[in-house]
Nanobody, 122 residues
Framework: VQLQASGGGLVQAGDSLRLSCAAS????????VGWFRQAPGKEREFVAS????????YYSDSVEGRFAISRFNAKNTVYLQMDNLKPEDTAVYYC????????????????WGQGTQVTVSS
């Protein structure tokens, strides 16, 4: 499965963006999907994840209440709605697939595609 993240951009603090993670094939629906981000000089960190059927969702403490993950398997797509963006959300955002959604470890996700840059100005 190949993944492509898109939807990033340059916004001001308090604005919203919606990221998309599109998969190349229908077997995408067999996997959990996680969004991770990586800021310059920092390690890739967990943002949010969703189980294969959307029934289980997890968020990092830093985005809980501001971001929302959702998936539409019929479209082979997972979305990350990001509201009330903050400068500290600035990073390259990546999506990956994994066997389970309750893992927040980068090591448990793969098939990383090209990320999408999100820049939030103050």
């Amino acid at each position: 499965v190949q993944l492509q993240a898109s939807g990033g951009g340059l916004v001001q603090a308090g604005d919203s963006l919606r990221l998309s993670c599109a998969a190349s094939e229908r077997h995408f629906s067999d996997y959990a999907v996680g969004w991770f981000r990586q800021a310059p000089g920092k390690e890739r960190e967990f943002v949010a994840s969703v189980s294969w059927n959307g029934g289980m969702i997890y968020y990092s403490d830093s985005v809980e209440g501001r971001f929302a993950i959702s998936r539409f398997n019929a479209k082979n797509t997972v979305y990350l709605q990001m509201d009330n963006l903050k400068p500290e959300d600035t990073a390259v955002y990546y999506c990956g697939i994994g066997p389970r959604s309750d893992s927040r470890s980068v090591a448990n996700f793969g098939s990383w595609g090209q990320g999408t840059q999100v820049t939030v100005s103050s």
